[in-house]
């Protein structure tokens, strides 16, 4: 076509498509070039996208970073109903503003600055050069801190702490590393506590640095210094107000009586009520006590000691004892009582049987006796009684009980020892658990009992196979009664003896044909499977026997085993003893697989023409044979 001026061009009726071309015709050498409208989009680097007369408004990326620039007049504004500023992968928020709602700053995806409708919510520390605050100012939080630091000193700060309901004044130093409580305020109680120097223990004293508390004096000289002018000023008060109130006073003596030392007076009623006195000496009730060292005690007639006496004397001797004195036959102690009834409980010596007994809610619950027997839920000293009996001099114990058990050994979290045994402070045996299971043991081996066996074991009831015996080679057990069998050089079936037995049996002698009138006198011995015979048969009388001859068995054979079997049988006649042949348990002799022996030649064993005949009056058959039954 003929050349036409960009101007001349028809405008287009939509914007250019993904794929449409833009065509430059180069005339200087008749080539046509073209340019992808996409491409228009893209920008090398520090190459201006530029808005306004004096490219005020700059969109670049300069290599390493990228700008949007107001090189203008005016404000930069962006237009947003809520305006977010993402991560490059848009999955972390780093600033959101929302309209007519709050705006928040965000660190590494999390809260940190949010605006309300009443201000500034911070999450976090905030760090400030200073701080003006116009109105009230709440600090919420479970433990609340306010420091206060002072940049002329060195580690003498102030922190005002608010924790577990306690209002705490501390010293702290410039790190912030440690603190030093000095003072703290229980909202709950109202208690008030002060602190000693190292903050750590509350002792109520005005002067931390020599913890004392100095009442009418600055300069308090031990723990607890009240100085007064005398009178009742040089006394300690307390008093109550109320109806069962009253006033009583610690001072360091008396000057009203005249007296010193150091004295609890009773204020309503004038009267001391303990006094030390200068020597040592203690009263109660009086102002002056015994010039021994002694502990002088007056009570009124209505308010005795158990018997209604009116004195207890408790007397120091040169080895310090209270002693409660009473008659040789007589009884003397210490008695409990409350409210409701006066004697609920007692230590009692009984002097007409030198005996100590306790009561326990209005009972003798356990004594001691004049041959140092422990006597507890029983006064007599015996091993019948329900109860315990301990008898220190001879080390011995003995417990009884009715109907339960008498000792519970329980040992927690772990096995081990619950009993030790010893001879001579040497360790010999003893009774444990191990796997939750009992053992017994000396100091290298024992038996454990393991549900339904008994196995054995190391000393701490481990189990050590093969190292253990029953008895010995002089030291043999009777007898050994078992249900069930032994395994005998190893744990298969093949090892299982399960059976052993000795008896009698009278056998039957029978045929071919013929009978005969005969006695026995058979014995066998049966191991496992394996039947031991031995014994005679001898005939008294024959009927004309002829034929195989057949001689029962006590146990059925093996049908398995048919030829398994050895020893020796002989016939004895008159004048001749020879051993014959012979057969366990022949089917196919008369027809049977029944336990038997057939005798007679091999040749003829299953011959009607065997040995019967041969038997007459006076004939034995001498029998040793060993055969497998089933």
């Given at each position: ?8 061009l ?5 914007g250019?498509?993904a794929?449409?071309?833009?065509a430059?015709v180069d ?5 046509t070039?073209?340019i992808?409208?996409?491409?228009l989009?893209k ?5 201006k996208s530029t808005?306004?007369?004096g490219?005020?408004l700059q969109i670049?990326h300069?290599?390493s ?5 107001d090189q203008g007049t005016g404000?930069?504004k ?5 305006f977010?500023?993402n991560?490059p992968?848009d999955?972390?928020?780093?600033i959101?503003?929302?309209v007519n709602?709050s705006?928040?700053l965000?660190w590494?995806?999390n809260?940190?600055?949010v605006t309300t409708?009443a201000?500034?919510?911070?999450t976090?520390?905030?760090t ?13 939080d ?6 206060l630091?002072?940049?002329d000193t060195t580690d003498?700060?102030?922190?005002i ?7 705490l004044?501390?010293t ?9 409580t ?5 909202h709950?109680?109202?208690d008030?506590?002060?602190y000693?120097?190292t903050?750590?223990t509350a ?7 020599a913890e ?5 004096t600055?300069?308090p000289s031990?723990?607890f ?5 005398g009178?009742?000023?040089?006394t300690?008060?307390i008093?109550?107000?109320s109806t ?5 006073g610690?001072s360091?003596?008396?000057?009203a009586l005249?007296?010193?030392g150091f004295?609890?007076?009773d204020f309503?009623?004038?009267s001391?009520?303990?006094?030390i006195?200068?020597?040592g000496n203690?009263g109660?009730?009086t102002t002056s006590?015994?010039s ?7 009570v009124?007639?209505?308010g005795?000691?158990?018997?209604g006496?009116?004195?207890a ?10 002693k409660v ?6 009884e003397?102690?210490i008695?409990f009582?409350d409210s ?6 007692a230590l009692n010596?009984d ?6 007994r306790f009561y ?7 004594r001691?006796?004049s ?5 507890v ?5 015996d ?14 114990a003995s ?11 329980n ?5 081990g ?7 001579d402070?040497?360790a010999?045996?003893?009774?444990g ?5 009992p053992?017994f043991a000396?100091t290298?081996?024992g038996?454990?009992?393991?549900g ?9 009831g ?6 253990v015996d029953?008895g010995?080679p002089?030291a ?5 009664y078992?249900?069930g069998?032994v ?6 079936g093949?090892?299982?003896l399960?059976?052993?037995e000795e008896g009698t049996f ?9 009978s005969?009138?005969?006695t ?6 049966k191991i496992g499977r ?10 008294s009388?024959?009927?004309?026997p002829?034929g195989?001859?057949q ?22 006649d008159?004048?001749n003893k020879?051993?014959?042949?012979f057969?366990?348990?022949?089917p196919s002799v008369?027809?049977?697989?029944t ?6 030649d ?6 009607t023409?065997?040995n019967?005949?041969e038997?007459?009056?006076g004939?034995t058959f001498?029998i040793n044979?060993t055969?497998?039954?089933?």
């Open positions: 076509m003929a050349d036409v001026k960009i101007t001349q028809t405008e287009l009726a939509e250019p498509a794929g449409d071309e833009i430059i005339n200087s050498v008749s080539q070039k073209r992808s409208v996409t491409n989009n920008h090398p680097d520090n190459v808005w306004g007369a490219d005020d670049y300069s290599g970073h990228s700008f949007i620039s404000n930069l962006i237009l947003a109903e809520n977010a500023v991560n992968a999955t972390e928020s780093m959101n503003a929302v709602g705006v928040t965000s590494d995806g809260y940190r600055l409708n201000g500034v919510d911070v976090g520390t905030l400030a050069d200073g701080l003006t605050v116009d109105g009230d100012v709440s600090i919420i479970t433990s609340v801190i306010l420091d630091m002072e940049t003498v700060n102030t922190r702490q608010h924790s577990s309901g306690d209002l004044i501390r702290l130093n410039d790190s912030k590393s440690a603190v030093t000095r003072l703290a305020v229980d709950a109680t109202g008030i506590s002060f000693e120097d903050g750590t002792k109520f004293f005005w002067d931390a640095s004392s508390l100095g009442i009418g600055s300069s031990s723990i210094h009240a100085v007064g002018s009178g009742a000023n040089s300690l008060r008093s109550n107000t069962l109130g009253g006033n009583w610690v360091a003596g008396i000057p005249g007296n010193s004295s609890i007076y309503d009623n004038s001391a009520r303990l006094h006195d200068s020597s203690v109660i009730g006590p015994y021994i060292p002694k502990l002088t005690v007056t009124s007639a209505s005795g000691i158990q018997s006496s009116d004195v004397v408790f007397e120091k001797n040169s080895d310090a004892y209270i004195f009473s008659s040789t036959t007589g003397g102690g008695a009582g409701d009834d006066g004697f609920i409980g010596y002097h007409d049987g030198d005996y100590m326990v809610n209005n009972a003798e619950r356990a001691i006796d041959s140092g027997n422990l006597l839920g029983k006064t007599i000293a091993n019948t009684t329900a109860g315990v009996r301990i008898l220190g001099p001879l080390g011995f417990f009884v009980r009715d109907a339960g058990e008498a000792i519970i050994v040992r927690l979290t772990d096995d020892d619950l009993i030790e045994f010893r001879k402070g040497t010999v045996g003893s009774m658990t191990n796997g939750g299971y053992y000396n290298t081996r038996i454990r009992m393991v339904s066996a008994i196995y054995p074991s190391y000393s701490a481990s189990t050590a196979p093969d190292l029953i010995g002089t043999k057990f009777k007898d050994l078992l249900s069998g395994y005998l050089g190893g744990v298969g093949s090892n299982l399960d059976d052993y009278t056998p039957t002698l029978t045929f071919n044909s013929g005969a009138t005969y026995s006198a058979m014995r066998y011995t394996q039947v031991t015979l031995t014994g005679s048969i001898t005939a009388a024959v009927a004309s002829s195989y001859i001689i029962t068995l006590p146990f059925a054979t093996d049908i398995a085993t048919i030829g398994l079997y050895a020893g020796s049988v002989y016939f004895n008159a004048v020879n051993a014959i042949d057969v366990v348990n022949a008369g027809g049977t697989s336990a038997r022996i057939y005798l007679g091999v040749s003829e064993i299953s011959s023409n065997a019967a005949e038997i007459q009056a004939t001498v044979l055969y497998f039954t089933s």
